[in-house]
């Protein structure tokens, strides 16, 4: 009933920029706190960037300074700027959404994950 699709992956040389997007959709009642995790292939899930609903912002240190996450209330959608792109930043960049659905007269609170989308950062 709920859905995250992602946005605004793809190849960008080093030192250069992207932009992406997580669109929620379904019966969503509050979108409470949005974040952007990574994992390469045979690493750990790595929290990257995080916006609660208050509008409060966690990063990675290893992306301090380098990535912006912020988010847009009346289109239920979540971006990271991310500048000065690094080969270390290459990897599937999934966003996650914990969301309060109302149907039928009740609230459900649950997590949500999109379905991934690729950055590759080479010369």
């Known amino acids: 009933q709920v859905q995250l699709v992602e946005s605004g992956g793809g190849l960008v040389q080093p030192g250069g920029s992207l932009r992406l997007s997580c669109a929620a959709s379904g019966s969503i009642f509050s979108i409470n706190a949005m974040g952007w995790y990574r994992r390469a292939p045979g690493k750990q899930r790595e929290l990257v960037a995080k916006?609660?609903?208050?509008?409060?912002?966690t990063y990675a240190d290893s992306v301090k300074g380098r990535f912006t996450v912020s988010r847009d209330n009346t289109k239920n959608t979540g971006y990271l700027q991310m500048n000065s792109l690094q080969l270390a930043d290459t990897d599937v960049y999934y966003c996650?959404?914990?969301?309060?659905?109302?149907?039928?007269?009740?609230?459900?609170?649950?997590?949500?994950w999109g379905q991934g989308t690729q950055v590759t950062v080479s010369s």
């Open positions: 916006i609660t609903g208050g509008g409060s912002t």
């Open positions: 996650n959404a914990d969301i309060t659905r109302y149907s039928g007269g009740h609230f459900y609170r649950d997590n949500y």
